[in-house]
């Protein structure tokens, strides 16, 4: 069945950031990587006191989705430390202490005319992952021996605040570009498209202007309404067809703006991924801006170059990911993921107080994937897996809408995540007792 989504258009506050160019904030003194992440483990490939270069790896993540995670700075391997992750957990880094010289441990020559294979080894290799938001192995979707018939570029960056995708767009465009030919390359595509909301005159006007002598590749474009950025919304509204599980069920592979841009730097460059774009912002911010940053960088070290906090700002949330289907997080001394494109400081007057629920049942309308919320909180609250199981309680998206919609201001979407995670552990507890 086709799916509908109807969407909310959101107040959106990009234009607190949309006209600030790519700043670079290149030069922290630490940056820190996580040992683990939810159920993904690392191996250290670095002991303590070891010189490391910048792109060199330094944790090898092992299981079925195996790659090298690289050192952003080149420097020395200085502690392992307990560090604040941007899920909001404690969890064990590897502290690399930056020279400042950032030497390079790959070689920058260009090399363009690369077989299938090589790209996806290149892609593999450079340890790109999804830098959407899912952080999911790039390399890993474009495996499948079956050709793909489309790839597309997610350019909708559905968050209100986010604008560093569309200033990777303004900035980057020929790079996006070549990057989606490498990602067509590899998965045997003969087309390609970029989605991106209509509303973003510049890009769009921009790209149509770089694909002009590019007949295989379109512009598709998507309604400025939450969350038209989901994949199966946008694989959906440019093929006209629907799947159960992974779009290649349909012959096509997703990635986003930076992803395609840093499949473009691995297969030309051998470079790493060590650098992403991020938008920080929100009405606690001085100066919103996109930064060009390293990765494993901590927040507060990049508030400075923000201009710091407004004056006088007694309390404020901190949200890593966005105010729709991010975190709150307990502090700013928290490192930023590959995974992260949004800081978001919100004031706590913009936020406001919860109220008990009067069932109204929004939630539920408005749910992109047809879940009952008020339902899944529930289960959870009485820990009942098997009713959170047949609540169909994984297929949430974490979009967010839910809370947002909610007349009470129930943060029901925070519990509907919870019951999924504990959900997906539960499952791979029963995985590893079956071994
Ligand atoms: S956060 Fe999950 S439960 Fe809430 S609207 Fe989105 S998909 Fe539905
Ligand atoms: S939208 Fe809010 S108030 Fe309405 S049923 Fe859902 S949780 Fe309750």
Redesign the pocket.
């Known amino acids: 069945m086709f799916l509908k989504v109807h969407g909310v258009k959101l107040h959106g506050k990009k234009r607190l950031s949309i006209k600030s160019p790519i700043e670079n904030a290149l030069n922290p003194s630490c940056v820190y990587f996580p040992l683990e992440d939810g159920l993904i483990k690392y191996k250290k490939i670095l002991e303590v006191g070891t010189r490391v270069l910048m792109g060199q790896p330094i944790l090898y993540r092992e299981d079925r989705y195996a790659h090298p995670v690289c050192s952003s700075v080149s420097g020395t391997v200085s502690d392992i430390k307990k560090m604040l992750d941007c899920n909001g957990k404690i969890v064990e880094m590897l502290e690399i202490t930056n020279d400042g010289k950032d030497e390079p441990y790959y070689s920058t020559s260009i090399n363009t005319e690369l077989t299938r294979d090589e790209i996806i080894n290149k892609v593999k290799n450079a340890g790109v992952v999804g830098l959407g938001g899912a952080g999911f192995p790039t390399y890993v979707k474009y495996l499948p021996k079956q050709k793909a018939n489309l790839i597309i570029i997610n350019a909708a960056e559905c968050e209100p605040y986010i604008t560093c995708d569309f200033v990777s767009i303004l900035e980057n465009a020929k790079k996006l570009i070549r990057g989606l030919k490498y990602i067509m390359k590899a998965n045997g595509a003969k087309k390609g498209c970029i989605a991106v909301k209509k509303a973003k005159v510049e890009a769009v006007a921009l790209l149509n202007e770089e694909l002009k002598d590019e007949p295989n590749i379109s512009i598709y474009l998507l309604k400025d309404k939450y969350p038209v950025g989901w994949e199966k919304h946008v694989v959906e509204r440019v093929t006209k067809k629907t799947y159960a599980q992974l779009p290649r069920e349909i012959g096509v592979v997703v990635n986003n703006v930076q992803t395609a841009i840093a499949v473009c730097e691995a297969v030309e460059e051998n470079k790493p991924l060590i650098e992403k774009v991020i938008t920080i912002s929100g009405e606690g911010i001085k100066q919103p801006k996109n930064l060009r940053i390293k990765i494993g960088t901590k927040f507060s070290a990049l508030l400075e170059k923000c201009g710091g906090y407004i004056e006088n700002l007694d309390e404020a949330y901190v949200i890593a990911g966005g105010p729709l289907s991010g975190k709150s997080m307990p502090n700013d001394d928290f490192v930023i993921s590959s995974s992260i494109n949004n800081v978001v400081v919100l004031l706590k007057s913009e936020t406001v107080i919860t109220l008990n629920?009067?069932?109204?049942?929004?939630?539920?309308d408005i749910c992109p994937v047809k879940l009952t919320?008020?339902l899944i909180?529930k289960a959870y609250e009485k820990n009942k897996l098997s009713t959170l199981e047949a609540l169909n309680t994984t297929k949430c998206v974490r979009c967010g809408l839910?809370s947002y919609?909610?007349?009470?201001r129930?943060d029901?979407s925070e519990t509907v995540g919870l019951a999924k995670d504990l959900l997906l552990v539960a499952k791979e507890v029963k995985k590893t007792e079956k071994k």
Do not use: D, H, L
């Open positions: 629920c009067i069932g109204c049942g929004k939630c539920a919320p008020t909180k839910c919609i909610c007349p009470s129930v029901v």
